[in-house]
């Protein structure tokens, strides 16, 4: 162990902007040693998610990065050492790990992993993306036969899922994207009734024409002013359902208010409503299970996008931004020394 | 009724700020005939409801007035003459009668009258902005014991109404007021917990002091800058009544976005939800029925703040928006000629 060296990618600048790839540097350091409790643990799959951009700029951050430090991530990660009894030398665990081959953790902080599927599974459609999808849409969306539901950020890690789930539970589903080519990819591979390309003709104009009766459900990843062109389209009774706000992570300046907030509430009796998935984990036995049959059956499909290699997680995690991922995009750091996932 | 003239407030010019009393002017016509089918109705009562206003200038509005237009509003009314089988003079009626002696009315467009109070308890604790207060805060904001209620505008027509429901339903109180001497009636008089004077010191300094548990349901009449103030005072799956935004509704460029939204409704898992009176109206008799039952017992208190004579009407509008009012604001009119209320 000693021989190998820990290679780690850190912050090279703070960007005053949109990211770069150049914003980050790859290090190498000697591998930690664990002490007393704690348990050196070897990266396998990184786990790229939008929400980790404030870590680098956002001042009121509660766990903001500086330049030098190691970009943090939530990975899938193996047990090296453990001089914990609970955990062994070849367990498979879920944690923080950060870019990097290795990290210690303490055992309370990595949470282990029931098998289901494979590990590329096991961080898209059974972890934090594919449940949020899930649980955001059957729960605080209920989509319905008759309803048309909206979805934005459509073909990434929780879009396509939680567009699929309301597929499932027999909505209209109508995804917005970034290119023509992804639109097709919604509508001929997923299952989507249609899509939109919102860099293709004035979104509202597009909205008019695709849902013609209106929105009835509006699964929202990206806030800005796609949230604010889908709006004045939701229909009265209409729910909102406040996943995230990807538009705004990563500008110079976030524009942090929505037109049509609070007067179209009042006036078309909307409800938008914040969630995050954890609400829900006393459910998540059962959710996976759902999700697993679903696949099964080949009623639903997931997509991974991986990237291989440590040092390519910048060029991953940048293009993020830029919507060039299909689905969950994982970076592949390492194989599982002892049993393969 | 030849002999007799009809007193009309007209709109004299369209404000391009706030509202003035000089916007309206008082002419007289004769009282008009009606026509098969028709009624002629006397105003009794004028109901003064903030978001009127937007028949001024709104150019959106479908309903949108002119320089000449007898100004809008709803009142109760009696039937001075019906060529309609269904109804007879004497009568009270509720109605769209405008800030006018009298009107020529279609029997469709005519309410009856379930009589269970005076002409003032039917045009506020029974009416629309006593149930909207009743059925906002116990439907949309579900207050129970141990949790934090806010509301803003809580000395006017809904709020006093909604608070006081909310602590009926077992609730912590607060009510945001525009002086110290409201917010003293509020706590002395209507049985809040607390008052906080907006116009006192920094709203967020205050909301920190005086709910310093943080806030779980807040009902919100204005919008603006009191709901980006409370917002960031909200506790995780906190909800937001929608009711109204009245500090928009007077002013030469309304602030039409909010700033926090989607970002703390994400972060902190709330919920914002718009509602009209209307879509709970299966439920409007046992309304009607609890809030009677909480007034004879004291337990609620009602309020209403009536002018005197059809030619204060602008005066007493006008002073909606400065929040001259203390609980629902009517104008006396005339008393009716044959059964008073």
Redo the contacts between chains.
Sequence with gaps: MSAERNRQVVIAKIPQGALQVSDFEVREVPVPEPGAGQLLVRTLRLSMDPATRARISDAGHPGLLGVGDVMAGSALAEVVTSLEPGFAPGDIVECYTGWQDYSLQEPGAVATFDKLGTLEEHLSIYGVSGLTGYFGMREVGEPAPGKTVLVSAAGGAVGHIAGQVAKQLGARVVGIVGSEEKGRWLTETLGFDAAINRRGEKLSAQLKTICPDGIDIYF?NV?GEI?EAVLPRMNE?GR?V????AS?YDVAAPV?????????????????????VM?YYDMKQAARETLAGWLAAGQIKLSVDMLEGLERAPEAFVGLFGGDNRGKRLVRVAEPAVNAG
Tied chains: 1, 2.
């Design positions: 929202d806030g949230l009774h909102v406040c996943c995230g706000y705004q942090t208010a929505t037109r049509g907030v609070p007067a179209l509430l009042v006036g078309k009796r909307l409800r938008m409503e914040g969630f995050v609400d």
